[in-house]
């Protein structure tokens, strides 16, 4: 095993072209051989870079509409031969096999090809056999060969085999890492493409896979390790955003961020979200965003103090100017106009982020978290209730005002941690009490931060008056609910169930509200 490699033959056979004819002149100026084959050639012939067909050099020719062309021994042989033991030279000489020092591959663009909506055959032709099989053998043989996969590598094994003429072990070993992470990625992808076209999200074996964006300064805690990984999906949000300005964000950021920003995406009109500890502490949609952030914030605006900030539009000046009048974390938005911009730069360490579009909170998906020794899988929580679907259980029903308002606050509820309970009145969240061990004592925190928020805004009565409710899941007793209607809420919106859900109505009847049930639940963990 040698320390430092010279690349006296190298192959390269690359779909993503960036930096190649640069990398290829280098290797020429240090005598370097250059294997190549199809439109990796054609580039270097036409920059006047000297190349030798693989074709030329194996003496078999590409075949079955260029499926075979790399996957012959001359090639392989090349790669996996080991240096170091005269066995193996002596039968590379024996078979005329060159050793090749060097292979720079990435993959046919399957997963683009996949992403734009081609058809069936495309994506199949978009399979890389001969890529894989090369990357993969280079790995094995990093002892001997270096191996590049990302055009990235160009640069940094090129500044490096300028300035020692050769590639490190140390570096060969960093690029066979990632040459098997390639791979591994690129085979997560087909199979989840394979699965999906069998109807099956959650198959025997589950591929994941995620390209790092970011190195986190920690995690949760300083003492833990973090880093932030995108999976290729390219759903708006935090990891399709432009950081404009502010400080590096954090994992907790990056947490909070991403809630506050689903939750504000269910909204069609103006809306804004406050979010604290992954849990919103205000929400409200009007006619601006202006208007929404002001709506928001009364519901809590001792929470809403360092919050992250989501708007499901683009920002302008006036919300602007309300937005950066207290101190706030994080802002994310799909865009913002030059005026926003300019008074966000105002405040150097908020962070700016511009997802360039919303999620689509109807679209399907997979939530993963980890457990000991495993994953838990599920599709995402992509449920919504329309007034169609509920079922008026009281004697009274919903006013329009009520309906309104019930669906709007079942909406925010969904994004809240269980047991939630969200009051709403004007469509805006009036009170939140979120992942208590019982229901009742949601209830009650709800409607104690009510009473708080009127009090901070001089208001006579708590804002829980004249409010509706709405619980991720059923009222297991009438307590909860009996709390709801002493803090002065109208109307109740709950997906039902329970055995108790005659003593609950009983009690709702009792108490002149109004309940529908949803059928449906949004447990939120």
């Not at 399907?364 to 449920?383: E, I, N, T």
Request: aromatic share 6%; net charge neutral; charged share 20%.
């Amino acid at each position: 095993m040698t320390d430092l490699l010279p690349i006296r033959r190298a192959l390269l056979s690359v779909s993503d072209k960036t930096g190649l004819v640069a990398f290829g002149r280098l290797l020429v100026e240090r005598g370097t051989e250059i294997l190549s084959t199809g439109g990796t050639a054609r580039a270097l012939r036409e920059a006047g870079v000297p190349v030798k067909d693989v074709s030329e050099h194996t003496g078999f020719p590409e075949i079955l509409d260029g499926r075979v062309k790399t996957l012959v021994p001359q090639v392989h042989g090349g790669i996996l031969g080991r240096r170091d033991l005269p066995g193996h030279l002596a039968q590379m000489q024996a078979h005329g096999i060159a050793p090749i020092d060097l292979v720079a591959v990435n993959l046919y663009p399957f997963e683009a090809t996949v992403a734009s909506g081609a058809a069936e055959e495309d994506c199949i032709e978009n399979i890389d056999i001969g890529g894989p099989a090369m990357i993969r053998s280079a790995a094995k043989n990093h002892a001997h060969v270096a191996v590049l996969t990302e055009a990235a590598h160009f640069a940094t094994v090129g500044d490096e085999i300028r300035a020692t003429g050769g590639v490190s072990l140390g570096t060969r070993r960093r690029l066979a890492a990632a040459a098997y992470a390639r791979t591994a990625a690129y085979d997560a992808a087909i199979a989840a493409w394979f699965a999906a076209r069998e109807g099956d999200p959650l198959p025997d074996v589950l591929p994941v896979h995620g390209r790092r964006r970011q190195s986190l300064r920690y995690g949760e805690n300083p003492h833990q390790i973090a880093a932030f990984y995108v999976d290729g999906s390219n759903r708006p949000g935090v990891a399709t955003a432009v950081q404009v300005q502010g400080k590096e964000l954090s994992y907790n950021n990056i947490n909070d961020t991403d809630a506050a920003y689903e939750c504000v995406a269910e909204f069609d009109r103006p809306a804004i979200v406050i979010v604290k500890h992954a849990n919103p502490c205000g929400v409200a949609i009007a006619g601006s965003l202006a208007e929404a952030w002001d709506k928001a914030l009364l519901c809590d605006p001792v929470s809403a103090f360092g919050g992250i900030v989501a708007a499901n539009r683009r920002l302008d000046a006036a919300a602007a100017e309300k937005i950066t009048a207290i101190f706030t974390e994080v802002v994310i938005a799909p865009d913002a106009d030059e005026e926003a911009k300019a008074i966000f730069a105002r405040k150097k360490n908020l962070r700016l982020l511009l997802a360039g579009g919303l999620p689509d909170p109807a679209a399907p998906g997979r939530a993963l978290k980890s457990v000991a020794g495993g994953l838990l899988v599920q599709s995402r929580d992509d449920g919504q209730v329309t007034e169609e679907t509920l079922k008026v259980v009281t004697q009274r029903a919903p006013s329009r005002a009520e309906m309104a308002d019930l669906l709007f606050a079942f909406r925010v509820c969904k994004h809240v941690k269980s047991n939630a309970i969200v009051y709403a009145k004007g469509l805006a969240t009036v009170g939140i009490g979120a992942g208590q061990m019982n229901r009742a004592e949601s209830s009650r925190i709800a409607a104690w931060k009510s009473e708080a928020a009127a009090k901070a805004a001089g208001l006579a009565e708590p804002l829980a008056h004249g409010s509706v409710v709405a619980s991720d899941a059923f009222f297991p007793f009438a307590d909860g609910l009996e709390i709801a209607a002493s803090a002065g809420a109208t109307a109740v919106i709950q997906p039902g169930g329970s055995m108790r859900d005659a003593e609950v109505i009983a009690a709702a009847d009792k108490a002149g509200l109004a309940m529908v049930f949803t059928g449906m639940r949004h447990f939120r963990h």
